[in-house]
């Protein structure tokens, strides 16, 4: 079993920047891959970016250049930096691990961005 934590999400102005981190119950280093969704008010959940456990990330198109993500394997944590934001980066957004060919998601953390 796996359990993930999300933390970090908040109230921010549009062109803010937030840090969510994702706190995993066991060494990430055993995870095939970490990272994050975005679920918008309404629509269905989406990727926002991956990270192997050999370093190598995935973004969603739209976001490169905006969000990193990053991992910390001595604090079994991966990151997702968010930067520039914008109204539309409203939403739950997810921690993701792959763990033996499961999935496991943790519940959430919201971030609203005001115009």
């Known amino acids: 079993q796996v359990q993930l934590v999300e933390s970090g999400g908040g109230l921010v102005q549009a062109g803010g920047s937030l840090r969510l981190s994702c706190v995993a119950s066991?060494?990430?280093?055993?995870?095939?891959?970490m990272g994050w969704y975005h679920q918008a008010p309404g629509k269905q959940r989406e990727l926002v970016a991956l990270?192997?456990?050999?370093?190598?990330?995935k973004y969603e198109d739209s976001l490169k250049g905006r969000f990193t993500i990053s991992r910390d394997n001595a604090k079994n944590t991966v990151y997702l930096q968010m930067n520039s934001l914008k109204p539309e980066d409203t939403g739950v957004y997810y921690c993701?691990?792959?763990?033996?060919?499961?999935?496991?998601w943790g519940l959430g953390t919201q971030v609203t961005v005001s115009s």
């Open positions: 066991r060494s990430i280093t055993t995870f095939n891959t």
């Open positions: 993701y691990a792959d763990y033996l060919a499961y999935d496991y």
């Open positions: 990270i192997s456990s050999g370093g190598g990330t």
